[in-house]
């Protein structure tokens, strides 16, 4: 492989529909993007066949790993007993600088554990961050929310490092010189929600200025969506629920669409002629065109692609593995995170008692 | 006022639209049903030319009340110096066994405040909740969350006591035997999620087979509008967050559907020829159809209606208003609330200490 080539890592294994559709997703990256490369994780003898299937020989290494990481195993055990995965060999290789970006579409949990023990959390990092893109209003069509599952807690300290994290993968994947904060609360006023947002909305007000950031202070669940904000900035447990709502009604009113239009005779010929109408539609809001959570907060990056992907999804998941690697986005958050820490060390020091009694109180 | 009627107390004032659209939906209430008798809090002056207007005399009673309560009103301030509000004074009429109901489009917050502190709690619950109904797969059509905002905090006893009054409204409000309670988590592994939701996982199934529900366990935000669950229970941040989040990505949708039917002369025709399908899943997922949060686990029952809800809207809270009060589900909550107390008393007393320690973390 040429040193111009962008290597990604991809775990082939792990994922609802099995490795075919992973090699799947990689020919359709391959076919868009000549300077891909890969490494490809998992038993040799079952991706081989595969790979010479799609003509991807000269594309793709095959690195073989026996194991393979189910969705009911439990992170810790992972973490453990996890060296002969596909998985774990997937990190390895980033973690060694064969690859710039790894590509998983496995276990959401081990995949977060494994990252943690072998990359790292970067310098001023409390807890990493799982970000995901959520189609929205703005010119762009996509805006950022973290964290949507990393970790369920997250206190001010962290929420502040999101907000920084998030900030950088908006200049980065965006290209905005200067992305709108929003931190997610029950309503906007100033006096409203729980005791850490009302902190983790002044230490992120005092942030904005020296980081390049406007803040729009708290947001709601309806502002997800909207064109007033760029980053959604919460904790992993509410960002879950509010991810996983958000899919759920999706997925209903597509249900509700598609009957709507079987109802009558004259619902049917309307629905033929509307065929590239509600494409359109289908390809705005497709889960598949947003797929790829990204893990933010280590020393490497690692995407997470939905388990029920299919080829379309996985190759998203790629394109954007593709597109962070090319930017450098790593390095350029890791930086942004340890200036922003070191700035910030007077201030801490000030806060002292403060803090305590604040880390005690969400613990 | 004949006895036999059902008396809904309704606040004329504090929804966006004006007193003029609340009693345009009253009126559009009166003409489906000829039981219902109503008492109108506001302005008299105000007030009396609207009622007139629709003919309305026979069927209102106008109670004078001066002042509003904006929606940026803080509750606090409301509790002390809200007497001459029409809020007030409509919650006062269901406190004083006029009314049966109280439906408000007024500040949430303020609208719970005075309930809290004019109705009371009733006997074994700490944290009263907001329920709201959610477009599903069920047959009945609907699901039950709660709470969705009453309180932004809720730990493992309260998050039972949702539960039962969710059981209670689902028995009473949907005619179920036997509802389906799931519990709203970020996974559905029983080690997954915070420490107050395993230990609610724990209290709740221990109390299904007393009170004849069926516990499903933990669900996620995709679950909410599915047919395997009836009620869904979480603390009222989680939830005000999905509530809001559901609303902004169908209003997202809805867009992005005008839109894509706008965009070349085929599709205009195609939208005409859908025109009733498409009508037909409006009204199937209309968040007006669904206006109102109902106060649960207050000696009386109030309807929020939303702030900016039109005439149906207005007219889909009162509804549900006179449903309730029909069912007499009020006493009902109560009862099955202060047996399930006094049955659980023995438990509470061995769990003693750990208890206390629960409070504290999630304070």
């Known amino acids: 492989m040429g040193t111009s080539r962008t ?24 076919e868009k993007n000549p300077d891909i490369r890969f490494i490809l994780h998992g038993p040799k003898n079952e991706l081989k066949p595969l ?3 799609r003509k ?18 439990k992170p810790s055990h992972v973490m453990r007993h996890g060296k002969g995965t596909s998985m774990w060999s997937a990190i390895e290789s980033v973690r060694n600088g064969e690859a710039e970006v790894c590509v998983s579409c496995g276990n959401t949990g081990a995949l977060m554990a494994v990252s943690m023990i072998r990359l790292r959390k970067i310098e001023g990092v409390n ?32 929420l502040l490092q999101y907000a920084l994290m998030g900030m950088s993968y908006a200049r980065n994947g965006f290209g905005l010189a200067r992305p709108r904060i929003g931190l997610l609360n029950v309503g906007t006023e100033e006096h409203k929600g729980r005791a850490e947002l009302k902190v983790a909305y002044d230490i992120i007000a005092d942030a904005a200025e020296d980081n390049e950031f406007e803040f729009v202070g708290f947001v709601e669940g309806g502002d997800i969506p909207s064109d007033r904000v760029d980053v959604i900035v919460t904790d992993g447990f509410t960002g879950n629920v509010a991810l996983k709502t958000a899919e759920g009604t999706a997925n209903l009113i597509s249900e509700a669409l598609r009957e709507a239009f079987k109802y009558s005779p004259l619902s049917r010929i309307a629905s033929l002629l509307a065929y590239t109408s509600l494409r359109r539609l289908k390809k705005r809001i497709d889960p ?14 690692v995407v997470k ?28 958050l890791a930086a942004r995170v340890a200036s922003a820490t070191n700035a910030s060390q007077t201030d801490e020091i000030v806060a002292g008692d ?6 005690l109180k969400t613990t």
Chains 1, 2 share one sequence.
């Open 51 to 53: 790979v010479n299937k």
């Open 56 to 73: 991807l020989q000269d594309l793709v290494e095959i690195r073989d790993a026996e194991d393979v990481v189910s969705m009911e195993a």
């Open 305 to 332: 692609s939905h388990g029920s992907a299919d080829a379309t999804g996985v190759s998203a998941a790629i394109k954007l593995a593709f597109k962070l690697a090319e930017t450098g986005f790593g390095a350029k």
């Open 7 to 30: 290597v990604l890592s991809i775990d082939a294994m792990g994922g609802d529909s099995g490795p075919a559709v992973v090699v799947a997703g990689m020919a359709k990256s391959a």
């Open 127 to 158: 807890r990493p961050a799982i970000a995901c893109l959520w189609p929205s209003r703005n010119p762009g069509g996509f805006n950022l929310m973290l964290d949507v599952g990393a970790d369920i807690r997250a206190d001010q300290d962290d």
């Open 354 to 359: 403060d803090g305590e009694i604040g880390d």
């Open 288 to 301: 598949r065109r947003v797929n790829g959570g990204v893990f933010l907060g280590l020393n490497g990056t």
